[in-house]
């Protein structure tokens, strides 16, 4: 029953404020799924207390779903330690979320909407998170796509912002693609899609193979590859990340729930839930790692250069995604999932911080025109700083704990790939540092490059907005020393319980015996990092221009983010587009109709003119043919019986 | 109540004609008090038939391959009679047709105001007609239905329909025209050979190889048309631009199920071997169907020309179901259908309450409706989605099971078709910004109202159908599973798929290297 509240408490919020939330007013309608899902976050975490303390599993039957030949799935919840997680950062950031939304939207007409869809976002996320079978997990998956392209898209009349929501719509629906792939290759391979059967039997098909487009292939490889496509379209990895960065058109509050904490892990937790498959796919796993490395070091590179708080913030959840499936590649699930869970605290106050910069500078979101803000929000400034000290890893902070532990495991890992992904994980840890300082000295130091009269009215937030950064920033500095000893310590093996592939002497065990100038090099990267934008943003303060200047090349390759989008408009976009109307135009109207009826029809040009002139006297000439017709054959039928 | 229940498909193709026989006689000198009693007596004999419909529905027996309320009387000399009856694969499509009829008969409430008698009487007909056609169990009998039903829709179109409505109607009927020659040629042949015309007895009948394949291509001429497959699909664009809203809701809705259910009422259990055969060129046409129309899709201006190219890319999906020969593939297809019919029918009403209101079918007049038509707007998004096949919807469960399917016989298949999911959200999402989002810049556009009661009626039970196949979709499928498996059972039991999984030897045990053949069971 608790679980069920879980999932459906938000889904009643949603559906309230959906359809009747002009009828009971805006407050009513925030006041509601606000407080469901915050009763929802608290059951969630006396969930994780039973669950991920207590060392037990629960599963709960909703409503049979589909059964059709021998495919059979269920509306159904498989809560273990993994899904008990996923539970407390979903329903705690979204609780915050939805309370911040409240200051945040305060000037907004559409605010029962705006709810509507945060709560509906939550649902969805949640019914990926507990599902216990792929199918289920799909149509969450699908659903906070949903809610997603209806968030991006909140200010329908911006044009920019329904791109935004199309473009992160359709090319997660590529990711689609391979996962729906993914989820036919489990069923033909295991004759299931229910988690519980497929993980029971992945042993036995370590070494089986399956025709795929023609080929016969590792089947483990090919299906961890086809879900590893899925979750790059929702993880934004690269290749399929150019959507996330658009996403940033939607509400700020927006950013911080789905494109940060919760929605963009979910390719994370898909590949973590499927560790005991990727196991047996050490293919897979290599690929995992690399093009994790790849978009830490590639994301991280394009965040140095951008102007508008928010892809500077957009562009590091790409690059800490990144960080996360290297992790997964190396076997480091628990230090994944650890990760993904800090970053959910840390990268949520710095969105929701930098909404409340914009919401102090009325909507201004370029960096270029800010500075100083530091006397007059000073609190957004402090939590910042916290967030900051988080994310680059200084010591006994949340990240310290997580993502040194990524960059360790990659350096113990003796697989092919690992090596690769250690030097780009140092790598982005240095641009990481650069890019976080370069952002608040950029937003809270020097003097004010905003005008006077925006810089003068510039405030703090209502309370609702305070609140939510508070906590968060109490999250970013403790959650990895509480709990750091049972998702990566010693305990972790009992506390995973199954729900991961762990034991006492994996890559974990490695990663806490590398040698020490390794374990010294996040931090030192770190200090650098910071050394560097504090010279580059407070000392020389023309040295950013100078530089870019002397690199141009570089530096336009960077905005212009490795040109991803460009190439992919030009590939993509554009010939689908011409090839719609080639087939239109010369397929259907010139070469099939004009062969087809309008070459009959010009045959019986002559009959037709006149049929025109007679209008619908015409269609009765057909239906009258075709009577007389009808009749032909009743009365050949009739001679045939009357013969036999 | 038992003579009822005996009977009740006759009854309910008695009703609508009844019904029409009143509205034929309703005389009254105000001419609108006449059109208003025309259509509350339609309204109540679709409504009627409807009921009638779940009672079928709640009295299928959904255990038996058998067909059921099966009645037989000798019409036309010895060999051909009235034998009428449903199984699993046809009930609910005689469930779709009765339930879209009340529905269409609102939509053309107000907009239709000329020739009301005979436009009622039209569909009235037509209803009778599609419902014979799902319950004929001899095919003379399913070819009377088949091509008459079509005689009521030229009318609709070519009478109520558009400017270029003389065109469009010529063009279905040449299409059909040629389709039907060629199955009336066959059904000739079928009949001399085994002297009857009784389906399940041909279903039991042995064609001679290359006597199937010939035969198979006769039909095949005339249900491609119907789905319609690429490239006899040129018709339907125009059909469906031309027709009235209610026209283009049946022509959707129902007359392309006909196509679907010709494949599985005929060219399955009578021609298998041929079947199996040319499954290739389906497959072929189906995936060309789906990249091809949803491109066309893309560019489109006109809504409803959009949205019958759409339908052409799904009904693809239905065809690759089909030939799959799978218990995933059939189910799925014939749930695609039914799905279909009431997506992109309610997609045709939406398009019917816009050009009401502003008389153009031309995308870029309308704009920002989200603004002042909100319930339209909500409602209009959601039948998109469905349309984009998303999970907790109806369009998603029959997709999938067509994919899955589809995966299991070959994942080439499964890979092109699947490509269709990424076009398919790509041109609806892209008709929901043009329509729904955005500026509220026309000043016309602006003076729309948003929907009234009338309007409400009719979406209401569309969207919670929509919802209830998706969430659980077992009210529908569960009918369904005995006639389909034992349509495989009989026929294509030796029928082997070509995704094949070999369990290789695994090396930690000393397990022999048996190469275990694992198909779908």
């Given at each position: 029953?608790?679980?069920?509240?879980?999932?459906?408490?938000?889904?009643?919020?949603?559906?309230?404020?959906?359809?009747?939330?002009?009828?009971?007013?805006?407050?009513?309608?925030?006041?509601?799924?606000?407080?469901?899902?915050?009763?929802?976050?608290?059951?969630?975490?006396?969930?994780?207390?039973?669950?991920?303390?207590?060392?037990?599993?629960?599963?709960?039957?909703?409503?049979?779903?589909?059964?059709?030949?021998?495919?059979?799935?269920?509306?159904?919840?498989?809560?273990?330690?993994?899904?008990?997680?996923?539970?407390?950062?979903?329903?705690?950031?979204?609780?915050?979320?939805?309370?911040?939304?409240?200051?945040?939207?305060?000037?907004?007409?559409?605010?029962?909407?705006?709810?509507?869809?945060?709560?509906?976002?939550?649902?969805?996320?949640?019914?990926?998170?507990?599902?216990?079978?792929?199918?289920?997990?799909?149509?969450?998956?699908?659903?906070?796509?949903?809610?997603?392209?209806?968030?991006?898209?909140?200010?329908?009349?911006?044009?920019?912002?329904?791109?935004?929501?199309?473009?992160?719509?359709?090319?997660?629906?590529?990711?689609?693609?391979?996962?729906?792939?993914?989820?036919?290759?489990?069923?033909?391979?295991?004759?299931?899609?229910?988690?519980?059967?497929?993980?029971?039997?992945?042993?036995?098909?370590?070494?089986?193979?399956?025709?795929?487009?023609?080929?016969?292939?590792?089947?483990?490889?090919?299906?961890?590859?086809?879900?590893?496509?899925?979750?790059?379209?929702?993880?934004?990895?690269?290749?399929?990340?150019?959507?996330?960065?658009?996403?940033?058109?939607?509400?700020?509050?927006?950013?911080?729930?789905?494109?940060?904490?919760?929605?963009?892990?979910?390719?994370?937790?898909?590949?973590?839930?499927?560790?005991?498959?990727?196991?047996?796919?050490?293919?897979?796993?290599?690929?995992?790692?690399?093009?994790?490395?790849?978009?830490?070091?590639?994301?991280?590179?394009?965040?140095?250069?951008?102007?508008?708080?928010?892809?500077?913030?957009?562009?590091?959840?790409?690059?800490?995604?990144?960080?996360?499936?290297?992790?997964?590649?190396?076997?480091?699930?628990?230090?994944?999932?650890?990760?993904?869970?800090?970053?959910?605290?840390?990268?949520?106050?710095?969105?929701?911080?930098?909404?409340?910069?914009?919401?102090?500078?009325?909507?201004?979101?370029?960096?270029?025109?800010?500075?100083?803000?530091?006397?007059?929000?000073?609190?957004?400034?402090?939590?910042?700083?916290?967030?900051?000290?988080?994310?680059?890893?200084?010591?006994?902070?949340?990240?310290?704990?997580?993502?040194?532990?990524?960059?360790?495991?990659?350096?113990?890992?003796?697989?092919?790939?690992?090596?690769?992904?250690?030097?780009?994980?140092?790598?982005?840890?240095?641009?990481?540092?650069?890019?976080?300082?370069?952002?608040?000295?950029?937003?809270?130091?020097?003097?004010?490059?905003?005008?006077?009269?925006?810089?003068?009215?510039?405030?703090?937030?209502?309370?609702?907005?305070?609140?939510?950064?508070?906590?968060?920033?109490?999250?970013?500095?403790?959650?990895?020393?509480?709990?750091?000893?049972?998702?990566?310590?010693?305990?972790?093996?009992?506390?995973?319980?199954?729900?991961?592939?762990?034991?006492?002497?994996?890559?974990?065990?490695?990663?806490?015996?590398?040698?020490?100038?390794?374990?010294?090099?996040?931090?030192?990267?770190?200090?650098?990092?910071?050394?560097?934008?504090?010279?580059?943003?407070?000392?020389?303060?023309?040295?950013?221009?100078?530089?870019?200047?002397?690199?141009?090349?570089?530096?336009?390759?960077?905005?212009?983010?490795?040109?991803?989008?460009?190439?992919?408009?030009?590939?993509?976009?554009?010939?689908?587009?011409?090839?719609?109307?080639?087939?239109?135009?010369?397929?259907?109207?010139?070469?099939?109709?004009?062969?087809?009826?309008?070459?009959?029809?010009?045959?019986?040009?002559?009959?037709?003119?006149?049929?025109?002139?007679?209008?619908?006297?015409?269609?009765?000439?057909?239906?009258?043919?075709?009577?007389?017709?009808?009749?032909?054959?009743?009365?050949?039928?009739?001679?045939?019986?009357?013969?036999? | 109540?038992?003579?009822?229940?005996?009977?009740?498909?006759?009854?309910?193709?008695?009703?609508?004609?009844?019904?029409?026989?009143?509205?034929?006689?309703?005389?009254?000198?105000?001419?609108?008090?006449?059109?208003?009693?025309?259509?509350?007596?339609?309204?109540?004999?679709?409504?009627?038939?409807?009921?009638?419909?779940?009672?079928?529905?709640?009295?299928?027996?959904?255990?038996?391959?058998?067909?059921?309320?099966?009645?037989?009387?000798?019409?036309?000399?010895?060999?051909?009679?009235?034998?009428?009856?449903?199984?699993?694969?046809?009930?609910?499509?005689?469930?779709?047709?009765?339930?879209?009829?009340?529905?269409?008969?609102?939509?053309?409430?107000?907009?239709?105001?000329?020739?009301?008698?005979?436009?009622?009487?039209?569909?009235?007909?037509?209803?009778?007609?599609?419902?014979?056609?799902?319950?004929?169990?001899?095919?003379?009998?399913?070819?009377?239905?088949?091509?008459?039903?079509?005689?009521?829709?030229?009318?609709?179109?070519?009478?109520?329909?558009?400017?270029?409505?003389?065109?469009?109607?010529?063009?279905?009927?040449?299409?059909?025209?040629?389709?039907?020659?060629?199955?009336?040629?066959?059904?000739?042949?079928?009949?001399?050979?085994?002297?009857?015309?009784?389906?399940?007895?041909?279903?039991?009948?042995?064609?001679?190889?290359?006597?199937?394949?010939?035969?198979?291509?006769?039909?095949?001429?005339?249900?491609?048309?119907?789905?319609?497959m690429w490239p006899?699909?040129?018709?339907?664009?125009?059909?469906?631009?031309?027709?009235?809203?209610?026209?283009?809701?049946?022509?959707?809705?129902?007359?392309?199920?006909?196509?679907?259910?010709?494949?599985?009422?005929?060219?399955?259990?009578?021609?298998?071997?041929?079947?199996?055969?040319f499954a290739w060129l389906v497959f072929a046409l189906s995936i060309i169907a789906i990249v091809y129309?949803?491109?066309?899709?893309?560019?489109?201006?006109?809504?409803?020309?959009?949205?019958?190219?759409?339908?052409?890319?799904?009904?693809g999906?239905?065809t690759i179901?089909?030939f799959?020969?799978?218990?995933?593939?059939?189910?799925?297809?014939?749930?695609?259908?039914?799905?279909?019919?009431?997506?992109?029918?309610?997609?045709?009403?939406?398009?019917?309450?816009?050009?009401?209101?502003?008389?153009?079918?031309?995308?870029?007049?309308?704009?920002?409706?989200?603004?002042?038509?909100?319930?339209?707007?909500?409602?209009?998004?959601?039948?998109?989605?469905?349309?984009?096949?998303?999970?907790?919807?109806?369009?998603?469960?029959?997709?999938?099971?067509?994919?899955?399917?589809?995966?299991?016989?070959?994942?080439w298949i499964?890979?092109f078709?699947?490509?269709?999911?990424?076009?398919?959200?790509?041109?609806?999402?892209?008709?929901?910004?043009?329509?729904?989002?955005?500026?509220?810049?026309?000043?016309?556009?602006?003076?729309?109202?948003?929907?009234?009661?009338?309007?409400?009626?009719?979406?209401?039970?569309?969207?919670?159908?929509?919802?209830?196949?998706?969430?659980?979709?077992?009210?529908?499928?569960?009918?369904?599973?005995?006639?389909?498996?034992?349509?495989?059972?009989?026929?294509?039991?030796?029928?082997?798929?070509?995704?094949?999984?070999?369990?290789?030897?695994?090396?930690?045990?000393?397990?022999?290297?048996?190469?275990?053949?694992?198909?779908?069971?």
């Open positions: 029953m608790m679980y069920k509240l879980i999932v459906f408490l938000p889904l009643i919020g949603f559906l309230i404020a959906g359809m009747f939330g002009r009828r009971i007013g805006d407050k009513a309608s925030q006041l509601l799924t606000a407080s469901l899902v915050s009763v929802a976050a608290i059951l969630s975490w006396m969930a994780f207390a039973e669950i991920a303390l207590s060392g037990n599993k629960a599963h709960v039957h909703v409503l049979d779903w589909v059964s059709s030949g021998t495919l059979n799935f269920s509306w159904a919840f498989k809560i273990d330690t993994l899904t008990a997680v996923m539970l407390v950062v979903v329903n705690s950031v979204s609780a915050l979320v939805h309370w911040y939304s409240m200051g945040y939207m305060h000037e907004d007409p559409d605010k029962p909407r705006f709810f509507a869809y945060l709560s509906l976002f939550t649902f969805a996320m949640l019914m990926l998170v507990t599902s216990d079978n792929l199918v289920q997990m799909f149509f969450g998956w699908e659903g906070v796509g949903l809610a997603s392209y209806l968030l991006i898209g909140f200010w329908f009349k911006k044009p920019s912002a329904n791109a935004a929501a199309i473009k992160a719509f359709v090319v997660n629906r590529v990711g689609d693609f391979g996962f729906a792939l993914g989820i036919y290759a489990v069923f033909v391979l295991f004759g299931s899609v229910e988690f519980d059967v497929i993980f029971a039997n992945a042993a036995d098909f370590q070494n089986a193979t399956m025709t795929f487009l023609g080929h016969e292939y590792h089947a483990l490889t090919v299906i961890c590859l086809l879900l590893f496509v899925g979750a790059m379209g929702k993880s934004a990895q690269l290749g399929l990340h150019t959507w996330l960065p658009d996403a940033m058109e939607g509400p700020t509050p927006v950013s911080a729930l789905i494109h940060a904490a919760t929605m963009v892990t979910a390719g994370v937790f898909l590949v973590a839930r499927f560790s005991p498959v990727f196991q047996y796919a050490p293919d897979a796993l290599v690929v995992v790692t690399v093009i994790g490395a790849a978009t830490a070091f590639f994301a991280a590179s394009v965040g140095l250069v951008q102007n508008d708080i928010k892809r500077v913030i957009a562009y590091s959840t790409c690059s800490q995604l990144g960080y996360m499936f290297f992790a997964l590649g190396v076997g480091a699930y628990g230090g994944a999932v650890f990760h993904l869970f800090t970053h959910a605290f840390f990268k949520a106050l710095l969105f929701l911080g930098a909404g409340s910069v914009i919401h102090a500078m009325h909507h201004e979101q370029d960096m270029r025109n800010m500075g100083g803000l530091l006397k007059k929000i000073p609190l957004t400034a402090a939590v910042m700083f916290i967030g900051n000290l988080a994310i680059t890893g200084f010591p006994f902070l949340s990240g310290f704990y997580s993502k040194d532990m990524i960059i360790e495991a990659a350096y113990a890992s003796h697989a092919p790939g690992a090596e690769f992904a250690f030097v780009m994980g140092v790598a982005a840890a240095l641009m990481t540092s650069f890019y976080s300082w370069r952002l608040w000295f950029m937003t809270f130091m020097g003097e004010t490059r905003a005008d006077h009269h925006t810089y003068d009215h510039a405030h703090e937030g209502p309370w609702t907005i305070r609140f939510p950064l508070i906590v968060l920033a109490v999250g970013a500095v403790f959650a990895g020393m509480v709990f750091h000893g049972a998702f990566i310590g010693d305990n972790r093996v009992a506390f995973w319980n199954g729900a991961l592939v762990t034991s006492a002497h994996d890559i974990m065990t490695e990663a806490h015996h590398v040698p020490f100038i390794v374990k010294a090099m996040p931090f030192v990267v770190m200090v650098l990092g910071a050394v560097l934008a504090m010279w580059f943003y407070l000392r020389k303060t023309d040295l950013p221009q100078r530089t870019a200047e002397m690199w141009d090349g570089l530096y336009a390759f960077l905005l212009n983010k490795w040109y991803f989008d460009e190439l992919y408009n030009f590939i993509f976009v554009r010939p689908a587009f011409w090839l719609g109307g080639f087939f239109w135009k010369r397929g259907d109207e010139q070469t099939i109709d004009g062969f087809g009826p309008n070459g009959v029809s010009h045959a019986v040009a002559v009959i037709a003119a006149k049929a025109r002139k007679l209008q619908s006297g015409y269609v009765y000439h057909y239906a009258f043919a075709m009577i007389i017709g009808l009749a032909l054959v009743v009365t050949w039928f009739m001679a045939q019986s009357g013969g036999h | 109540m038992n003579f009822l229940i005996h009977n009740l498909l006759s009854l309910m193709m008695l009703v609508p004609l009844i019904g029409a026989g009143f509205v034929l006689i309703v005389r009254h000198q105000d001419k609108e008090i006449e059109k208003r009693n025309i259509r509350w007596v339609t309204l109540l004999a679709t409504l009627f038939t409807f009921v009638l419909s779940i009672v079928l529905w709640g009295l299928f027996d959904g255990s038996t391959a058998d067909f059921q309320f099966v009645e037989k009387y000798e019409w036309i000399g010895n060999s051909i009679s009235y034998h009428v009856g449903v199984d699993g694969i046809s009930m609910l499509f005689v469930v779709l047709t009765a339930f879209l009829m009340p529905i269409v008969v609102l939509a053309s409430w107000e907009s239709v105001e000329t020739r009301v008698k005979e436009y009622m009487i039209a569909f009235l007909l037509l209803e009778t007609l599609m419902i014979g056609v799902f319950s004929a169990l001899d095919i003379f009998l399913f070819y009377v239905f088949f091509e008459g039903g079509l005689i009521p829709m030229y009318l609709i179109i070519g009478v109520w329909g558009g400017l270029n409505r003389i065109y469009a109607s010529f063009k279905f009927f040449l299409y059909t025209l040629l389709g039907s020659v060629l199955m009336l040629v066959a059904v000739f042949y079928m009949f001399i050979e085994t002297g009857t015309t009784d389906i399940p007895m041909l279903m039991n009948h042995h064609f001679d190889a290359d006597v199937q394949n010939l035969l198979w291509l006769a039909f095949f001429a005339s249900f491609a048309v119907k789905m319609p006899v699909h040129t018709w339907l664009p125009d059909a469906h631009v031309q027709a009235p809203t209610a026209g283009s809701v049946i022509l959707a809705g129902v007359l392309l199920k006909m196509g679907g259910y010709g494949f599985l009422r005929f060219s399955l259990p009578m021609f298998p071997e041929a079947t199996m055969h129309t949803s491109l066309v899709a893309l560019v489109q201006n006109d809504i409803k020309k959009l949205i019958a190219y759409s339908s052409v890319a799904h009904m999906f239905v179901g089909i799959v020969l799978n218990a995933n593939g059939i189910e799925g297809a014939i749930f695609t259908m039914l799905s279909h019919g009431i997506v992109s029918g309610a997609l045709f009403l939406c398009v019917g309450v816009i050009y009401d209101r502003l008389h153009t079918r031309e995308i870029s007049r309308y704009g920002g409706l989200s603004i002042n038509m909100k319930i339209y707007a909500t409602i209009f998004v959601i039948f998109s989605m469905a349309s984009v096949g998303l999970p907790g919807m109806s369009g998603f469960v029959g997709e999938f099971l067509v994919l899955n399917g589809a995966y299991t016989y070959d994942s499964a890979f078709a699947t490509t269709g999911v990424v076009l398919g959200a790509a041109y609806m999402l892209y008709l929901v910004r043009r329509l729904v989002f955005g500026e509220l810049d026309k000043d016309d556009v602006k003076a729309m109202p948003d929907l009234n009661l009338r309007e409400k009626i009719i979406f209401v039970p569309l969207v919670a159908v929509v919802f209830w196949m998706g969430i659980y979709p077992n009210s529908f499928l569960d009918p369904i599973h005995a006639s389909v498996q034992n349509l495989i059972d009989t026929k294509f039991s030796a029928f082997e798929n070509q995704t094949v999984v070999n369990v290789g030897p695994v090396e930690e045990t000393e397990a022999p290297a048996a190469e275990a053949h694992h198909d779908a069971h």
